[in-house]
């Protein structure tokens, strides 16, 4: 279902350099304030073609869309008229490109895994995970991307101290460091974000959720 009204200025948006090349995500609060300042146009994909709208067009392209598009959509409701809520805003003159390090953290490590259990494979609550070092800490295992999976309670417990084998366990993916920010990854299995998936391909676009 839609999104309409307040909520909806808190939807996902992407934001792209000059070079269309993905730098962060912001709100949709934030991306129609660069809009309305003229810093920022909006992209949006139609049959595999961009096409580029300010403020004003965007608005007759919202009215077109509310008529025949409109549960594809989520609507901000002004006074006089309804916006919907774009996907991906390109900022006219920053053409600095994002870093390319995709930041070792447990948000990262908890979407990497998509909150499964990396021994028995289920899938739990963040609240009912914690992070587990493959080889232990206390053998010489380090903290890094290939080490730290996401693990239940009840494997943690009949791990241990030890390693997976001999516990008797077995890892259902071999961890690796992502090649862009798993996060994002979450985000383009949603069908609303799926025109961000042409401009993150490319390993190197690593963005950052930010509020």
Not at 12 to 41: P, S
Not at 120 to 149: M, Y
Request: glycine share 4%; charged share 25%.
């Amino acid at each position: 279902m839609a999104l309409v009204g307040p909520s909806a200025l808190s939807s996902h948006v992407l934001v792209l350099n000059k070079h269309y090349a993905a730098v962060r995500i912001t709100t949709a609060r934030v991306a129609f304030t660069m809009l309305f300042k003229q810093i920022a146009e909006i992209v949006s994909v139609e049959d595999r073609q961009f096409y580029s709208y300010d403020f004003d067009s965007w608005r007759e392209v919202s009215e077109f869309r509310a008529k025949y598009e409109r549960d594809e959509h989520d609507w901000i409701r002004c006074v006089r008229f309804e916006l919907a809520v774009p996907r991906i805003v390109r900022l006219l003159t920053y053409d600095r490109f994002p870093r390319r390090a995709v930041k070792f953290n447990r948000r990262n490590i908890y979407a990497r895994d998509a909150s499964r259990c990396q021994y028995c494979g289920r899938k739990f609550p963040t609240s009912e995970l914690s992070l587990d070092h493959v080889i232990p800490k206390s053998r010489g295992g380090h903290t890094d991307w290939s080490n730290v999976v996401c693990c239940c309670v009840s494997c943690n417990v009949r791990k241990g101290g030890r390693i997976p084998k001999e516990a008797g366990l077995r890892l259902v993916a071999e961890p690796v460091k992502p090649r862009r920010c798993p996060v994002i990854t979450l985000q383009l299995t949603a069908q609303k974000y799926a025109s961000w998936k042409q401009f993150l391909d490319i390993a190197y676009w690593n963005v950052e959720l930010r509020d």
